[in-house]
């Protein structure tokens, strides 16, 4: 069974940096697409990061330049590197893996999801 378990999530100042994981079991990460995605309360999951392939991904205009996708296989684990933290950057945090195009940041095109860890950016 796919699993998929987010971390590194927590509190942080505007400018500030946070690093987060996603740990993978049940496949290997190379075989799905991967992607991160961000939903506050009361609006729709936003794709925030999709891997094209093992090396490039495809970030959403919010965050290109600032969030800095990264993947190792022999881990099995995902990293979402985030710079230069805005308040708007507040969010739950999820990784996804589906089957099909990768690259999309799309929420239906991923089937399975972590239970998402927590992003909070505040003075």
């Known amino acids: 069974q796919v699993q998929l378990v987010e971390s590194g999530g927590g509190s942080a100042q505007p400018g500030g940096s946070l690093r987060l994981s996603c740990t993978a079991s049940?496949?290997?990460?190379?075989?799905?697409?991967m992607a991160w995605f961000r939903q506050v309360p009361g609006k729709e999951r936003e794709g925030v990061a999709s891997?094209?392939?093992?090396?490039?991904?495809r970030y959403a205009d919010s965050v290109k330049g600032r969030f800095t996708a990264s993947k190792d296989n022999a881990k099995n684990t995902l990293y979402l590197q985030m710079n230069t933290l805005k308040p708007e950057d507040t969010a739950m945090y999820y990784c996804?893996?589906?089957?099909?195009?990768?690259?999309?940041?799309?929420?239906?095109?991923?089937?399975?999801w972590g239970q998402g860890t927590q992003v909070a950016v505040a003075s």
């Open positions: 891997f094209i392939n093992s090396t490039t991904a």
């Open positions: 049940g496949y290997t990460s190379n075989n799905y697409c």
């Open positions: 996804a893996a589906g089957e099909g195009v990768c690259g999309s940041l799309a929420q239906r095109s991923f089937k399975y």
